[in-house]
């Protein structure tokens, strides 16, 4: 989910212009580019899903105003980079992409550099004094501005457009699925984030919290599902907290009610959702979840550290006692719900002791992976002003390779106690390592590797027995 992480080595991780999916790729350009300019864009994307969602959203806007897609770095007229401001290795990555991006401006004069994303919004116009050869710096909320940038770009004046809304939700723009499989797609359901979580950048770099409109979530799933895809993912950095009133009726939409009025779109569509902040997820949306079956049973329900002292200097609003209690609900309501986790260690003055709770809660809550981080300090946050970075690189990193391997052992006790089961998958494509092998995800979130039977194809659910199984991978054979 967040790729400057060398633990990930998920699809997410990557980048756009790593797809081998030019088919899907030009077709849907050439339906959506009725007039082409001629020109060609050319966007990479860092950071969380909404970011790679967001990408989907400024490829389409860039669509309409007739610039069309483009795979080739040095072909593009316009070179777009959406950015992640997480942490400080995220934004590392961004700054070396540039000097790239800058090289190949110089062989092409009159190429255009534009920043978008979350570093856009953190640096706003200091930008353009850092970065000579950046021509463009567009925050989140900006993207309709995009074609009227761009051209104010090729008369040779600077844009900015940082402007953060308390209303865009971008719901009416059909996305441009960019990295599609053309079986699982992104929905984002909301923008911004309203929690104060101390140690993180997002609400200053994404605004506001506010919740898309409904009906249109749901007009967009239908879509996708008479397309093709057969599972979509409802995104937002805090879904649960999803709440949206119809202007005229009045009537009230939870997130729960969402959930369903989505899995109802059709039975052969499956929904997934992320991230769940611990505080908002309700029993109705885990009796929801229970009801129905193309809910996937899989929560990310990032924990961040395991100690109620930590907890409460990182602002997370629950201790260790009370998300105890919630994963123990959980696995009442659905016991064979998996669950997976963010953590970070070496959070500012975080003992032995307290890292110690950390390894004990993977422990307890049996989560299938997480994403695992030692803290960055990130300038402005709440942490930043009032806490001290006082815990030594070297003891963070340590303290991150201990969860890491416990998480592996983890996660590799659970798969094998997955051997012998037999899942229903929905198949997703070709395996990376091999193209005899498809690749699918069970509903626990688990991908499963299986050698490819003839008349079977990507969107198809099988069923696959589980044979051996590592701490990453579940392998098995199609059964019917
Ligand atoms: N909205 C999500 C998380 C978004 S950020 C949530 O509330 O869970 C993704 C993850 O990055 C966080 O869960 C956290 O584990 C990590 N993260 C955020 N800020 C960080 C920082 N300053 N240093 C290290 N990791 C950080
Ligand atoms: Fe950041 Fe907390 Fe909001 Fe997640 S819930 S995006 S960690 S402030
Ligand atoms: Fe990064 Fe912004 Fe997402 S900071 S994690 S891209 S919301």
């Known amino acids: 989910m967040y790729n400057d992480n060398p633990t990930l080595k ?16 030009s077709e849907a350009v050439s339906a959506l580019a009725p007039e082409p300019t001629g020109k060609q864009f050319y966007i990479e994307s860092y950071g969380c899903q909404m970011n ?29 980079i959406n950015t992640c401001s997480i942490r400080e290795k995220a934004e590392d990555t961004v700054r070396k992409r540039l000097r790239v991006f800058d090289k190949v401006k110089r062989r092409r004069p009159g190429t255009m550099v534009g920043v978008l994303g979350c570093m856009a919004e953190r640096l706003k116009a200091k930008f353009l004094e850092e970065e000579k050869l950046v021509d463009l710096v567009v925050g989140p909320d900006a993207y309709r501005d995009l074609p009227g940038l761009v051209a104010g770009a090729e008369e040779g004046e600077k844009g900015v457009n940082v402007f953060l ?74 879904v649960d907290s999803y709440k949206w009133t119809h202007p005229e009726t ?49 929560i990310h329900l990032p924990v961040q550290s395991g100690n109620s002292r930590i907890l409460d200097l990182m602002n997370r609003t629950y201790d260790r006692e009370w998300y105890r209690k919630k994963v123990d609900r959980i696995y009442e309501i659905m016991p064979d719900c998996a669950i997976s986790s963010d953590i970070i260690t070496g959070f500012c003055s975080e003992t032995e002791e307290e890292h110690r709770d950390t ?32 815990v030594p690189l070297e003891v963070k990193k340590r303290r ?74 579940l392998l098995g054979n199609q059964v019917s």
């Open 10 to 25: 998920d699809l997410n991780a990557r980048t756009i212009d790593e797809t081998a999916q030019g088919q899907v790729y």
């Open 52 to 80: 790679f969602s967001d990408s989907e959203i400024v490829a389409s806007i860039l669509g309409e105003a007739g610039y069309a897609p483009t795979r080739d770095l040095e072909g593009a007229d316009l070179i777009l």
């Open 165 to 238: 809304s308390r209303e865009e939700t971008y719901a009416d723009i059909n996305p441009l699925r960019l990295q599609s499989n053309g079986v699982t797609a992104f929905i984002s359901i909301m923008r911004g984030c309203d929690n104060m979580c101390s140690f993180c950048v997002v609400p200053y770099t994404r605004g506001r919290e506010r919740s898309r409109n409904a009906y249109s979530i749901v007009a967009e799933a239908t879509d996708l599902f008479q397309r093709g895809f057969r599972e979509v993912t409802l995104l937002g950095q805090n």
């Open 250 to 298: 009045g009537e009230r939409v939870t997130f729960a009610a969402l959930l369903e009025m989505v899995a109802q779109v059709d039975p052969k569509l499956r929904i997934r959702f992320s991230t769940s902040h611990p505080k908002d997820i309700t029993d109705e949306v885990l009796y929801t979840m229970r009801d129905h079956e193309n809910i996937c049973k899989y």
């Open 359 to 390: 390894l004990s809660m993977v422990d307890y809550a049996r989560y299938t992976m997480s994403y695992m981080f030692f803290y960055s300090e990130r300038p402005g946050t709440p942490a930043a002003r009032k806490l001290t970075d006082d």
């Open 400 to 473: 991150l390779q201990e969860i890491i391997d416990l998480q592996t052992t983890i996660s590799d006790e659970r798969n094998r106690a997955d051997i012998g089961t037999t899942f229903t998958v929905l198949i997703e494509g070709e395996s990376k390592r091999s193209d005899a092998d498809w690749k699918g995800r069970n509903t626990q979130n688990k991908m499963v590797i299986f050698p490819r039977l003839a008349g079977t194809a990507p969107g198809d659910y099988v069923s696959v027995t589980i044979t051996d199984a590592t701490s990453a991978t």
